[in-house]
């Protein structure tokens, strides 16, 4: 990843012992340096930095410790070669520059230094489109009374070419754009504020010197915040492209957990109400939040819920964190905020849990809503765990309701002895409905299920499909007093037969009949379970926009079952099966 580096500090007058103790190291840097780089051209450069290098390195580190943060640091540390020996040791004396001489010297240095892009004579630039006089602006800094802040804004050569920012003129033009940015940080009014600027084309890393300081010497201060404020300010120009690209990537990533962890408790709490849960923890949080939750008037928000039930919330939460896709996506996204978080600073960012992160937030809001929804004790949904739960009313698909009626029975072939006569067709008529309603009332018992079941039966004997499918279903349970496993077989093997055949002539309802195919190879009714069948079938039906075939679809790219694992797909999916 692209990175900014940002060093500041300000510029003080000395007494005469500091400026002789300054201009005595600067003699002593000068004159090491001079001697290990810039006279011996028939260097090998990319061989191993000399001793007499490293040395000064290690005198300069002592001295400087904050140069280890420089980029120039990293590829010497990388690559100690001559050439990144030289660059190290220009860079440190070259930032510290005021420690080591006085103001004036440092203007000059600033404007003059080997490498520096020359603006007439000098390289000293501002905001002003009138000549500087050297001189008059290093004597002015000199002598100001207050603070001056000298501000280092380095980027790598690579980025620097990439990115425009290998002349004066970008650089002059960025600052002038986050001045106002930078009086802020430095409590600095824009009106008082003054500045000056020089460009330095280095072999591996341009960058630019910054001078700001007040016309009032008693205005100004800056703070850590406020050097990451400035540092946050050029970043996000500079890289706006880069940090747009994460950012995008970075809201896919926080959308697709939110999804997988809306998928993941939605599967929980539908197992948990039909008693086929196997974490008897989580399942007592859910039921008692469902039940706190009935105590409560207002709105139903994790903000407006009283203490106790928040956290009731936050335990099932942490439950859900737990999941291991979900830590997949929670980490993906984590690191991209670190990678994001370096274009700005130097540290790293330590990011909080899952659960303490304020950004997902609205994954408290879904389990709340979740468990408003659920029903404790009704074992039947019509695909536990994998189907939205709204879109059937008394099992008829909205988007089918009777606005067609395949009324014209289909030849099928011989299946068995007692389906061999039968012609299937698909019909939600009022006998059908009245055997759902009674089958799935909240307060249904056994001489409901009963009459139910014998107008199943005959619905079943004149070929209607759908009635097929639910004694298949009916028999699987104990509603008839016990369970008819051999029966429930037959009549799933008979309900897919009917599917298979009705499907090729079908029209209106194609893509329903073959999401239902799918769903019976995908869940084993009626023949082995096979989910890629299942997932051959789910893919026809969802590309012709079958919103429960897409939510299926999602199913088994989510759990990586008939087909690779892609989390990627699934939410894809997800997101058009709710659309």
Known sequence: MSQLIVTSRYLKNGNQKNKTKRRNYTKYIATRETVEIRSQKFVDRNANATKNQEQLINNLINDFPES?????????????????????????????????????????????????EKRGSHGLFNEKNEPIILNQAANEIAEHKGNVWSHVVSLRREDAVRLGYDNSDAWRELVKRHISDIAKAQNIPLCNLKWYAAYHDTTHHPHIHLLVYSTNPKQGFLTKAGIDKIRSAFANDIFHDDLQSIYQEQTVSRDELKAVSKNEFESIVNRIASNDHTDPQLGELIRKLYIQLQNVKGKKVYGYLPKEIKETVNKIFSELAKDENIRQLYDKWCSLERLKCKTYTQKEKELPSLTDNKVFQPVRNMIIRTVLNMKPFDVNTEIEGSEPNDEYIDNTPQNVLPLFDEAEPLEEKETDESAAAIKYYIKWNDQYKKACKLIYGKDAKLNDFKKAEQILLSESQRGNVLAVYDLGKLYSTDKLGERNEEMSIAKYTQALQGFLQIEPNSKKIKPYIQYRIGKMFCYGLGTEQDYEKAFEWFERSAKQKNKFAQFSLANLYYYGNGVEKDLSQAFLWYQRSSS
């Open 68 to 116: 280890k943060r420089y980029l120039e640091y990293e590829d010497y540390e990388r690559e100690p070669t001559i050439e990144n020996a030289g660059e190290l040791i220009s860079t440190i004396v070259e930032r510290n520059a005021d420690v080591v001489g006085n103001r004036q010297n440092f203007v000059g240095y600033m404007a003059m230094r080997p490498g520096v």
